[in-house]
């Protein structure tokens, strides 16, 4: 069979299909164990006799691999394709379940967690690159979503699912099965990916001339130095932050202040905002490439966030049910961030679709764990004071926050919006209807 142009169409029919489906069940499971010792942390501690001041430390090291990681993974999806590597980082992932069952000491479990978070930082930049390899063009947006989406269903599963698993069986027997599911994940992808199709050899054949060394210098160097690729990186990071900050940590406390609900009722008020990704996802790729825009569905998200979030944190009290629909509605309207992962690779050169995925992957992964940390300074310095000197000792400072002090926290969201609101008019529309 010759071979094909660079322009050609990959078919994204049947096995297109098939070899996706796999990669993308690999970041649905990485997500879930990513979020799952949220659900075990009491049992955790006791463990590994870790205070939350360790135990935080000690799962943080999963984000301090993961996002200076995305660079490489970039590189490498660039330059040797995605069987291997796949099927390696599923192991890696399926290793850091096994390895807090085999000992004591906290630095097993740290190193659990970095060998974790090193495998899972090729899931999602894996999966889509996948998706430019054997889909056109016009479906890449909703592949996007779609992707992201059973990210999210992996993050719902990960909590009160897998804390009825852990209540039922142990957490110890929970990693195990996590583990071997891993390991099936693993053989799954190595059957399902092929080698590289001729249309694929014909694109590099033409775009990848030169020395390995310079290779990956120049795909490295063609994102950094786009200043589109930072801009799109950016808007991506700011309607990301409502997941990241509220969601993935400060959304249950919050909640319970300024509804007074149970933590569970909390927690499920909070994972509204993954349901919202969940759905919004795969429309929001269908949009944007029905319309054959990017900027604009972009624009009109980051604004409508921003109106979101800053009526949502208005209040110091609102009822429960007003809240699962209010933080389903952000998670619709900021869910639009999955186009910026294609924009990003069509503002790049060719040869660097990997690079361009993996670098605005970083972006999103390290400002996002930044924002984390940002709200809990803040809580600190308004909320600490605050719990003194109505006590009058300084025994316990920070362990209690009011709802006004998690407000004060959390407007840092509509303004991180409104950032990108502004952003979008310094990008330039990416779509082209052709696949090169």
Known sequence: MPHSTPNHQPPGGGRAWCIWVFAAIFYLYEFA????PSVMVDDIQLRYNLDAAGFGASMATYYHVYGPMQILVGLLLDFLGARYLLVAATLCVALGCFMPLWGDSALVLTVARAVMGF???FAFVGA???????????RLAFLSGLTTALGMTGAMIGEAPLANLVNYIG??????????????????LYFAIPSHP?????????????????????????????TQCWIIGLVACTLYAPLAVFADLWGGEYIQAITGASRVASAGASSMLYFGWLVGGPLAGILSDTLGKRRLPLII???VTTVFLAIFFSFTALPLTVVYWMLFAIGLASSMQVICFVANMEVSPHFARGSALAVTNMVISLLGGG??????????????????AEAGVDALPGLVYSAADFRLAMLMLPLLSFIGFLLCFKMKETFSPTHA
């Open 33 to 36: 164990v990513r979020v799952a």
């Open 119 to 121: 495998g899972s930082a």
């Open 128 to 138: 889509m690159y996948l998706a430019t390899v054997w889909f056109p063009r016009n």
């Open 171 to 188: 957490w110890q027997h929970t990693f195990w099965y996590a583990g071997f599911f891993g390991m099936i994940v693993a053989a799954a």
């Open 198 to 226: 001729p249309w694929e050899v014909a694109r590099r054949e033409t775009h990848l001339a030169g020395t390995q060394e310079r290779l990956f210098l120049r795909s490295l160097l063609s994102v950094l130095k786009n």
């Open 301 to 303: 998200s980051t604004a």
């Open 371 to 388: 924002f984390q940390w940002l709200a809990g300074v803040i809580l600190t310095a308004i909320g600490a004071r605050a719990r003194i």
